[in-house]
């Protein structure tokens, strides 16, 4: 699998990240198994994870699984909480949630730490210090935010800047699809100005891209499960329907599958180090991985960009920035 470099920094990840956000709710321990024994033996070596996934029971599975394996990356993140307060980038509750994480991960430190989400409520120079604290203390390596919009990313990075941070953000997990393109609004020029690399989370637009919606929801889906149909209820509309067609359409003109297209096209974008792909079978995993070497000829990827071309205007785009 290929290698790419993460951001502007010495770290190297796997073109592909194996995503476990449905470990230890629908996917067990068994099938979890399979799914890191294909990826792993495929040449991943970055796993994805959270402190809120599945309650923590997605790290403790990550940790059983990579005790064996010092050579695999582990990218964990804080912040989200079940709580009456959603979100919490305190220092206090951020390095408590990185104890508990490597705790639950067996491990002494976490390779890519990224900030789950936005905290409005804390100020940034104490979240910041936060990372600080973390990266020099050895507890992680490197540290990247999630879900930020584009003027957080910036703010947050160029404090680190002035500042002369030892933590600074090489990392931003955001998702990005044919279906979902607004991080090309003001993400990535911040991103591109600050050294950030893009790890795309849901390349697949939440499995729609695959076309398995096109007539029906199948009944072993994401959107027939209690705990993600609303997560892919937005993309089964019109405008999305569309996309999906137009994909469809040139996986069969060029013999691939619509799943080679669309992970090929997130793959291509230049901002783009990595996708975080979120396989719940093995059947998935082993197509997603089969697909990889598919060849995509540039007119395909500029047909695909014109029809998911997002809105553009003032202020980000037009006549007052040319």
Known sequence: ME???LGRSGLQVSKL???TM????????HEARDLFNIYYQAGGRLIDTADVYSDGISEEIVGEFIRDH?????????????????????RSNLLQSLDTSLKRLNRSHVDIWHLHAWDSQTPIQETLHALDIAVSSGRV????VSNYSGWQLAQTAGIQELTRSVAPIISAQMEYSLLERGIEREVIPSANTFGVG?????????GVLTGKYRNNT????????KHFAGFVAPYLNERPRAIVDAVCMAAQALGHTPLDVALAWVLARPQVACAVIGARTAAQLKAIINGLDAQIPTEIFAALDDVSKPALGYPEFGWNQT
Do not use: C, E, H, Q
Not at 22 to 29: E, K, L, M, V
Not at 141 to 144: L, N, S, W
Not at 218 to 224: G, I, L, Q, T
């Open 70 to 90: 010092p050579d695999v990356l582990v990218a964990t993140k804080a912040v989200s909480v079940r709580a009456t307060r959603s979100r919490n980038a305190s």
């Open 218 to 225: 199948p009944a072993d889906s994401r959107a027939a499960s």
């Open 22 to 29: 449905s470990w230890g709710r629908d996917t067990d321990i």
């Open 3 to 5: 290698i790419r470099t």
């Open 17 to 19: 990240a194996l995503g």
């Open 198 to 206: 893009i790890m795309a989370w849901s390349p697949l637009g939440r």
């Open 141 to 144: 390596r490197y540290v990247g």
